[in-house]
């Protein structure tokens, strides 16, 4: 199959950088960082008053008070920083044009003409991002972790002095972990906790299992009660415990019953599994029927096979995802399909006569 389309992406360096000078406060400042950092802030407006409400989110304000000398006097950020500090045990919500701004910045998306339903609130201390259907964001963490979260998922993000937490309540992502030994990286899924202290795994919430893969290092898998607290205790797993390594996949049983399998997958699998993050999708001898599930996790059209037998067709190609015009090109001049737009989000697929 021919159709292989290019993706786009979409990035703001003021977020960015903001990221970064948050996650160096956990080191301080050399003179030559301080200096870079006093240049910043003078550039614009904008990127003053962004450090402050990153760093009230990230509970970093002492680190930030310390550095309040370096901030313009006319901006008086050194009074708002100090005011900021005193409420430290309080979270400050993002104003919601400054929220709106950040999309940008964590967005990258898998249409061109797509905006990314972020949200972000105080729930628990947890902070919350959401993606929309057909919607994915790059999301990065204090710690320079990197966190790719997939169409209609929802996570909430959460880091002590303790641990590092990602809670993974629908949906799938694929996380790059920044190597702290005493602050391991936990992503918990379905009472599932998938840990590790610094390598790259991807995790996707399914209807009946948790699938992991990991891509570098190596993950430990632990279990939750349904009514156990997450918090440092139960993050605790045993070294004896379940362990997945690069070019490891593990399906991971829902219920206590089930049993987690792990098995070694092929380097070409692992591509094609993960090709959403180049925003495609690749089906390598899939169903039909397997196929249009895949698909259907990206775009609100729903697709119909008419005929059962049509199911069993072999699919293979890559596509874009979202881009149901050209798949529907795809299917009627490739394999024979033919396609009937009953309306805007029905498309019945039948075989040629």
Known sequence: MTNVYSLNNDDDAMFDQASIWIARMDRSLTELEQAEFKTWLSENAQHQKLIIEMASMWDKMDSLDRLADLFPVSTKAKSVTKSVTKSAAKVTQWPL???????????VAFFTDITLNSLWQEEAQFVRYETAVGESSTIYLPDNSKVLLNTDSVLLVRYTDDYRLLDLQRGELHVEVAHDKSRPLSVVANHKVIQAVGTAFSV????????????????????????????????IIPSSSL?????????????????????????????????WRQGHLVFNGETLAEAMEEVSRYTSVTFEIADEDLKKIKIAGRFKTGDIKGLIDVLNHNFNIKTDRVNKGLVVLRKQS
Do not use: C, R
């Open 243 to 275: 362990a997945v390594s690069k070019g490891e996949i593990a399906s991971l049983a829902i219920t206590k019953a089930g049993i987690d399998k792990v098995s070694v997958i092929d380097k070409k699998l692992i591509k094609q599994s993960l090709s």
């Open 204 to 235: 996707q919430v399914k209807a009946s299992e948790i699938e992991l893969i990991v891509t570098e290092g190596k993950v430990i898998i632990g279990q939750l009660n349904k009514e156990q607290e997450v918090n440092e205790t139960a993050l």
């Open 97 to 107: 044009a400054l929220a709106a701004s950040m999309v940008l910045a964590l967005f």
